[in-house]
């Protein structure tokens, strides 16, 4: 019989409902861990107690709106926790430090560049920073470019371009050990290039648009895409060093539908989330990509709603996803809040519900930074921030202020109201 005594719990922190184990001291269960005597799900769920606990205090402290068009791609710096961007759907990037937001700084450079998108036709798909330049970022757009953006204008350079508006790029990820760049397009084509820009090769590994690349951080040698196809390959794993076509996949792990993403896990390094574009979330384990477990999650896909995809906490092995209520998901109940879920990769329980007051609109991106104390959203055409909120929060710290870009302003910890809806009145004309 195990140590801990887990005893699963339901509670209400700051409106967000939170359903979540007690454990005992860890460095207890640690201990017990390291002799054999408590299992690894025990382990792995006190690990997890204290992210969830964290979280379920998150509130929307920052609230921007930058663009025109909607929010399209979202990252963090690794190495500098404060440093976030954001791509649009018009190609705009903002290069956003979030330490300049406090509400007691007086510093209104809260944005420390923008780059100006092309407008249509210039949607941001991907996005990554250089891990060795804070202020240089990676993209994949819809204009056909793979391009390396300055933010100070000086070093920027295109990788890949097709000067052909049927073809464009959709997947974008980079090996900074290995100093290689993978891209994929519409039309299933998978490009990896070294830092330099020299083409290694160009394959088609799909049958439909390529939509998401990722290096795994443990093995950089493997590589995870995903396709809009579904069926059979619709997610594949690779060894970028044995690739011939598309039928040398290491794994190939069959969806209902379209996949959005395919994320390996940040920690242990031995899980892989995927998000389709419906209502399932699965996860695989490693090394064989065995299904671990399936998550029924309503996140339906159509066109003009940015694709949501499901990612990890960074602190430890936690899938969440922004919800999209549908009345013919099983389970579903009228008036279901457009929450951020959490849930246990190994059980598919439900962790916790995270949601603003108030806030009604559908959050189909959402990361967070390197130390897991802030959460960066985009919900239509705004960025949100979510932090945990002070206890003793002073009122003068609900405000707007204006920003270094023109007619843009931040407002911090903004109390959201909910629409009443006024109903129509339909007046008939009298007649004589």
């Known amino acids: 019989e195990d140590i801990l005594q887990l005893v699963w719990t339901c509670k209400t922190s700051n409106g967000n409902q939170i359903r979540s184990s007690k454990p005992n001291n860890f460095l207890n269960i640690l201990h017990g861990y390291s002799s054999g005597i408590i299992k690894k799900g025990n382990f792995s769920k006190a690990a997890t107690y204290p992210v969830i606990e964290n979280v379920s205090k998150f509130g929307v402290s920052r609230l921007v709106t930058p663009f025109d068009r909607r929010v399209t791609a979202l990252a963090w710096h690794p190495q500098h926790p404060s440093l976030a961007a954001a791509g649009s759907k018009g190609g705009d990037i903002i290069l956003w430090d979030s330490n300049h937001s406090t509400s007691h700084s007086q510093n209104k450079n809260h944005f420390k560049s923008m780059i100006q998108g092309r407008g249509p036709g210039g949607s941001i798909q991907s996005l990554k920073f250089d891990n060795l330049h804070h202020e240089r970022v990676y993209t994949a757009s819809i204009d056909g470019t793979v391009t390396r953006h300055d933010f100070n204008g000086r070093d920027t350079k295109t990788y890949l371009e097709t000067n052909d508006w ?18 994929g397009n519409n039309k299933g084509f998978v490009t990896l290039l070294s830092l330099e820009g020299e083409k290694i090769w160009d394959l088609k590994l799909h049958k439909a648009k390529c939509n998401f690349v990722q290096f795994s951080e443990r093995q950089p ?15 594949k794993v690779w060894d970028i060093r044995n690739i011939s076509d598309k039928k040398s996949a290491l794994k190939e792990l069959p969806h209902d539908k379209a996949v959005n993403s395919a994320y390996f896990s940040p920690v242990t390094g031995d899980k892989l989330l995927t998000t389709d574009q419906h209502s399932q979330l699965r996860v695989y384990q490693a090394p064989n990509f065995n299904l671990l477990q399936t998550i029924p999650h309503p996140h339906r896909q159509f066109q003009h709603l940015t694709a949501i995809k499901a990612c990890w906490h960074p602190l430890a092995d936690i899938p969440f996803a922004g919800r999209y209520p549908d009345p013919k998901f099983p389970g579903y109940e009228e008036g279901e809040m457009r929450t951020i879920d959490f849930f246990c990769p190994e059980t598919g329980d439900s962790l916790l519900h995270l949601h603003q007051p108030g806030l009604q609109q559908i959050i189909s991106l959402s990361q967070f930074n390197p130390s897991g104390d802030c959460l960066l959203s985009g919900m239509g055409s705004s960025v949100l921030l979510w932090q945990a909120r002070p206890e003793n929060q002073d009122q003068e710290d609900i405000r707007t202020v204006e920003t270094n870009l023109e007619g843009v ?21 009298l007649t004589a």
């Open 221 to 235: 040698w493997m590589m995870v895409t995903t396709s809009t196809g579904g069926g059979a390959g619709s997610v």
């Open 409 to 429: 302003s931040v407002q911090q910890w903004p109390e959201f109201k909910t629409k009443k809806k006024v109903q129509s009145k339909k007046v008939k004309s």
């Open 166 to 183: 049927e073809r464009w790029y959709t997947g974008l990820d980079i090996s900074f050990s290995g100093r290689m760049l993978v891209a």
